[in-house]
């Protein structure tokens, strides 16, 4: 009988995390909608094989993480967390132990496979040292071919897992639908961490290679897959667009309560994981320049709400070091939304100066709560801004220190100009994305049966 199927593996990994990243609310936003249509059975993989755990405790798991990531509930203790470790150690130990019995021991780290592989999409397959025969478990339950209805993968993660998706994709009755959220470590490789470009590209031929049916966030977004879809000579397969929509919470607080955080001063929002391609040292050479050269009741305040990312020891030095940013710009880690909506409610703009993105999540939660957003003049903002934020070079400090002091001002026509744009402004919903989800796929796929 159809049925849904869901990799929840992702949101296993990420139960001790403070808040939900851009992607972790993509997740919980799929699991929810194929709830209300009926019952969801949730696979978790591992590199020696995967496992389907019980529905039930599935959805208890989908519920808590929402509810602590949105501030209503205390975090999970070791006992709730236990069974999802248990999954998880068992597939380790099992690796470890048929990796012994196979020889493959030398490829568990990603730097031996790098040194045996190199970069050549031709080899790419290696990196996944499960794809080797003999050294992955596939359920009973899976083997044979009966499996009917429609998976969803909708994290990356999942899409270097080559013996994962050759399982799933033995079943012909059963559609496979994979979420593409960006391409930047294939176009953008000195942003990320090091063998990630190689690691995301055999994650985009896998899912050229496995997948029935790609969903992606932006035109952008799409027109870079076909780039890499010809380089790697896969074949043609459905890419729908359809954006990621707006959470009921941001609505929410689409009103400001100038009461909830009173603001001493002006101030700015950057929101995102402190990573390269954010560019985060734009803004911290624009406040070290405010506080060296205006009164220190006239520079602004900046919030950088987001955890320390990887290889940006340089801005992590500035923020730990540099005296004169003391008072003008505070860092702000696990934040949840119960407080983070407010506080972006009332600053005088969202400042997004990234160098490469895939959509712009944090854009359009800014632009539903009706905050004015001063952001890079790159091809996804300027499709999910629709025409409302300030853009600007990534480059050009002068333009933003410019914009940025105009933004502070008490009547500050460019902020009023914005603000009045944001009158036409239009969301995309949650509601809508499903519905061209289930156009794409067929509303008989996603019936359940038993």
């Known amino acids: ?3 849904k199927y869901f990799d929840i593996t992702r949101l296993c990994k990420r139960a001790n995390s403070t808040g939900p990243s851009g992607i972790d609310r993509v997740d919980l936003a799929y699991v929810q909608w194929l709830r209300s249509i009926g ?13 389907e755990i019980d529905g039930r405790l599935g959805d208890a798991f989908a519920d808590k993480l929402e509810s602590i990531w949105q501030g209503k509930a205390e975090g999970f203790n070791a006992k709730q967390l236990r069974p999802f470790r248990d999954t998880a150690q068992r597939l380790r130990m099992a690796s470890k132990w048929r990796a012994r019995r196979s020889g493959l021991a030398a490829l568990h780290t990603v730097e031996r496979l790098h040194d045996l592989c190199g970069t050549q999409a031709a080899d790419l397959d290696l990196l996944d040292a499960s794809a080797r025969e003999g050294a992955y478990r596939v359920e009973s339950a899976w083997r044979g071919n009966g499996k009917t209805g429609c998976f969803f993968g909708i994290s990356h993660s999942m899409l270097g897992r080559t013996a994962y998706l050759a399982a799933l994709a033995a079943q012909p009755g059963l559609k496979r639908v994979f979420f593409i959220h960006d391409t930047i470590p294939c176009d953008y490789p000195e942003y990320c961490r090091e063998h990630e470009g190689p690691k995301h590209l055999l994650r985009l031929r896998n899912a050229f290679r496995y997948a ?3 969903v992606v966030n932006s035109e952008y977004t799409k027109r870079q897959l076909e780039h890499w879809r010809l380089k790697l000579n896969a074949a043609e397969l459905p890419v729908e667009v359809i954006p990621i929509g707006v959470d009921e919470g941001v609505r929410a607080h689409s009103v400001y309560d100038p009461g909830v955080f009173p ?5 700015f929002v950057i929101l995102g994981t402190i990573e390269p391609r954010k560019n985060h040292a734009l803004l911290l050479q624009l406040w070290r320049h405010f506080a060296e050269t205006l009164p220190a009741d006239g520079i602004p305040e900046l919030l950088i709400i987001g955890r320390r990312g990887w290889e940006n020891e340089s801005i992590f030095r500035m923020l730990d070091r540099c005296d004169c940013l003391n008072g003008h710009v505070r860092e702000m880690n696990g934040v949840l939304d119960d407080e983070l909506w407010p506080l972006l409610r009332g600053a005088r703009a969202m400042l ?3 160098f490469a993105e895939g959509w712009g999540m944090p854009m359009v939660e800014a632009l ?3 905050v004015p957003v001063i952001g890079s003049d790159i091809p996804p903002f300027r499709e999910a801004g629709q025409g409302i934020p300030d853009l600007l ?3 050009d400090g002068n333009s933003w220190a410019a914009t940025i002091l105009e933004y502070a001002r008490d009547h500050s026509e460019s902020r009023s100009s914005q603000m009045k744009r944001l009158a036409e402004y239009s969301p995309p919903s949650w509601n809508e994305h499903f519905e061209k989800v289930e156009t794409l796929i067929g509303r008989e796929a996603l019936e359940a049966g038993a």
């Open 39 to 51: 019952p969801v059975r949730y696979l978790v993989n591992g590199v020696a094989g995967f496992s």
């Open 368 to 370: 539903t709560l009706g």
């Open 263 to 267: 603001p001493k001063r002006p101030y």
């Open 352 to 354: 997004f100066p990234s």
């Open 393 to 395: 070079s990534p480059m």
């Open 1 to 3: 009988m159809s049925t």
């Open 212 to 214: 029935t049916h790609l």
